[in-house]
């Protein structure tokens, strides 16, 4: 909680610190930037309708965001401080000139956004085509914000309405974009430069946390020599005792009748009999218990007509944009981590993962899941087959206009498909038991109702 707190802070101050900036700034410059596009007083449009943006729908989402309190309180404070700061930097922009230092450096300055949180609300400045970039971070949060309403839809209306409050933002943002950022932000004409100091002050209070924690040191030297000297040694020595021969029974010591437990009824009565303190017990360097776990390093590369996705841990911005028609996405063994995949191909393969979310446009074949454990799948356009075999828990969110799609099972469990109805989805399970009877001349199989 302390942490949180002081992130709060770092955020306010952020937030206070661009607001003075331009009174500084250009008092440095030794010009007034009071004036926009020439009409002096006056208030850019674009943050008019910026403006109308946060008393709207944001101001509605932080109301929803104080009614949970925890962490989504938090996260709405982080949203509301991202927006001051985006306001801001607009009002920065219609009052001064873009920096020859922006027009030169657009990709490094999108880098050093890209370090905090701020860099979604940032980066419909950035981007030559900021809309659909907005449009892909609201399919993303309709895509994650599914499992709250599918959780919360019958028995709390308030998260419900967090949800709706959330999303109507970015369909908000995105409408404001298209009317007045198309291609991008749009500089004052005639106020003056802004200053590269009031350029490094926005680009430092969008990195509203702190930095990330440096890499871990070196790992200890190890001297190659010593260990090698250590290891031909030990090998000596095992081999100079086996090649004693019979000579190396010499050293055991006689063990006479009266020691010995299957001659001896009384030692048995003793129980077990002791292990030497001086006979070594740990197991065997080959015991797959004891083998290191192998690390494989993560694959998201196209190889051929085959994307491969592989390896993948706690990773949610897997992209795969650039696809053809011919190619296909094999996904292996990726945990907790999200792709998605844009454009149409033809066939895609989840194989042995776990906690894994996909969301897609289109597909001409088949959507395979095999072998995995919580799957989450978003159709966005249209997919004629999937099909779920050997997996528990795999929840298919279907577009309009994949209404049509077959879904085939086997061996698995757990399986929801969700259809929109009226703005939302509702849940339909897949059947996961049968009854088969001979009507006299053939087998008849249909789904078993579960009497609870």
Request: charged share 25%; glycine share 6%; net charge neutral.
């Amino acid at each position: 909680m302390a942490e949180t707190h002081g992130l709060m802070e770092r955020l306010e101050k952020a937030v206070t610190r661009l607001e003075s900036l331009f009174s500084d700034s250009h008092r440095s410059g030794g010009m007034e930037c009071d004036g926009i596009n020439g009409v002096n007083g006056s208030i850019a449009p674009y943050v008019e309708a910026f403006d109308r943006l946060l008393n709207g729908s944001v101001a509605e989402f932080l109301r929803y965001s104080k009614i949970l309190e925890g962490d989504v309180k938090t996260h709405a404070e982080m949203v509301r401080a991202a927006f001051q700061a985006q306001r801001s930097f607009l009002v920065l922009a219609s009052q001064c000139q873009e920096p020859q230092e922006v027009r030169k450096g657009t990709w490094s300055f999108k880098r050093q956004l890209h370090l905090g949180p701020c860099f979604h609300f940032y980066k419909h400045d950035a981007s030559p085509k900021p809309g659909p970039y907005v449009k892909e971070m609201n399919d993303a949060a309709t895509f994650y914000t599914n499992r709250v309403l599918k959780d919360y839809k019958n028995s709390d209306t308030r998260h419900v309405d967090w949800v709706k409050s959330y999303l109507n933002i970015w369909s908000e943002l995105q409408a404001y974009i298209k009317e007045h950022h198309t291609t991008g932000l749009t500089w004052s004409k005639t106020g003056p430069v802004a200053s590269p100091m009031s350029m490094r002050s926005v680009v430092t209070s969008g990195s509203c946390l702190s930095p990330p924690p440096p890499p871990p040191g070196p790992p200890p030297i190890l001297d190659a020599d010593t260990a090698k000297d250590e290891g031909t040694a030990a090998r000596s020595a095992l081999f100079a005792q086996l090649n004693q021969g019979e000579a190396i029974t010499k050293g055991l010591r006689h063990v006479s009748d009266d020691q010995k437990t299957h001659k001896n009824p009384s030692l048995r009565a003793q129980g077990p009999p002791v292990r030497s303190p001086t006979k070594s017990h740990t197991p065997s360097p080959t015991s797959p218990k004891n083998s290191p776990q192998q690390n494989h390093a993560p694959v998201l590369e196209l190889e051929g007509k085959k994307w491969r996705v592989e390896y993948q841990e706690d990773k949610n911005d897997l992209v795969i944009s650039n696809t053809e028609l011919k190619q296909v996405a094999y996904i292996f063994k990726c945990n907790k981590s999200t792709l998605q995949i844009k454009g149409k191909i033809n066939s895609i393969t989840i194989d042995n993962c776990k906690k894994f979310g996909l969301v897609f446009d289109n597909v001409v074949g088949i959507v395979e899941v095999i072998n995995s454990r919580d799957i989450q799948i978003q159709v966005m356009g249209k997919v004629p087959t999937i099909s779920i075999n050997k997996t528990e828990g795999c929840h298919i969110y279907l577009s309009e206009e994949s209404l049509d799609c077959e879904i085939v099972s086997a061996k698995s469990s757990e399986m929801n498909i969700l259809i929109p109805q009226d703005g939302d989805y509702k849940e339909f399970p897949v059947p996961e038991q049968f009854k088969t009877a001979w009507d006299g001349s053939k087998l008849v199989t249909e789904p078993a109702e579960i009497v609870g």
